[in-house]
């Protein structure tokens, strides 16, 4: 089946470091590629998405391109600010004919002033 | 708008009690989900809803079952709590059943069975 794997956290970073979090998959076929955020005590919320090869999603100043050759979607951020702080998922969907997502384990990211 | 409700927010059920977990949209959406977040295990799906009438398995179904209420409304029922059904519970919805559709998620249950 279908799975993906996201970096383990927790990250740590300070305020306005450059943030990268890695997310690879497999899938059969070429799946719409979802990040969803997690802030504490809340449900997941969409960041961002692409649907096709070389799409880039963005939002809140994140940004994702889908990579088909590498089957990679990692998220990236400039400059991370103290309210970034909060889980976040990578998630497939569309493989196989199934439109539900299938969710990495999430990556934890802790901005400190 | 309030999205998607999940009740209660808390809950704490002693082994073999049984309860259910009520979820609403109120988007008009055809899709709906229920999931678990354990740490370090991501969310799992434990059952979902095409759409009215109709629910299906997902990868942890087993001491659970689903009823698709109306087009608004997918309950969770737990028959005889364990305490592996300690989790959060997060009930979703999308708008149809095509890839390119994001969930949209309520704030969760939490569980504790003792």
């Known amino acids: 089946g279908d799975s993906v794997t996201q970096m383990e956290g927790p990250v740590t970073l300070s305020e306005e470091a450059f943030l990268t979090i890695n997310c690879t998959y497999t899938?059969?076929?070429?799946?719409?590629l979802f990040w969803y955020v997690q802030y504490p005590g809340e449900g997941l919320q969409l960041l961002l998405k692409?649907?096709?090869?070389?799409d880039k999603g963005s939002n809140k100043g994140f940004e994702a391109t889908y990579r088909k050759e590498t089957t990679s979607f990692h998220l990236e951020k400039g400059s991370v600010q103290v309210s970034d702080s909060a889980v976040y998922f990578c998630?497939?969907?569309?493989?196989?004919?199934?439109?539900?997502?299938?969710f990495g384990r999430g990556t934890s990211l802790i901005v400190h002033p | 708008n309030a999205g998607v409700t999940q009740t209660p927010k808390f809950q704490v059920l002693k082994t073999g009690q049984s309860m259910t977990l009520q979820c609403a949209q109120d988007?008009?959406?055809?899709?709906m989900y229920w999931y678990r977040q354990d740490p370090g295990m991501g969310l799992r799906l434990i059952y979902y809803?095409?759409?009215?009438?109709?629910?299906d398995k997902g990868e942890v179904p087993n001491g659970y079952n689903v009823s698709r209420l109306n087009k608004r409304e997918f309950s969770l029922r737990l028959e005889s709590a364990a305490p592996s059904q300690t989790s959060v519970y997060f009930c979703?919805?999308?708008?149809?059943?095509?890839?390119?559709?994001?969930?949209?998620f309520g704030n969760g249950t939490r569980l504790t069975v003792t």
């Open positions: 979703a919805s999308s708008d149809r059943t095509g890839i390119n559709s994001p969930l949209h």
């Open positions: 899938a059969t076929g070429y799946p719409s």
């Open positions: 692409a649907t096709k090869a070389d």
């Open positions: 998630a497939p969907a569309g493989s196989g004919g199934s439109y539900i997502p299938t």
């Open positions: 988007m008009n959406h055809n899709s």
């Open positions: 809803s095409a759409s009215e009438g109709t629910t």
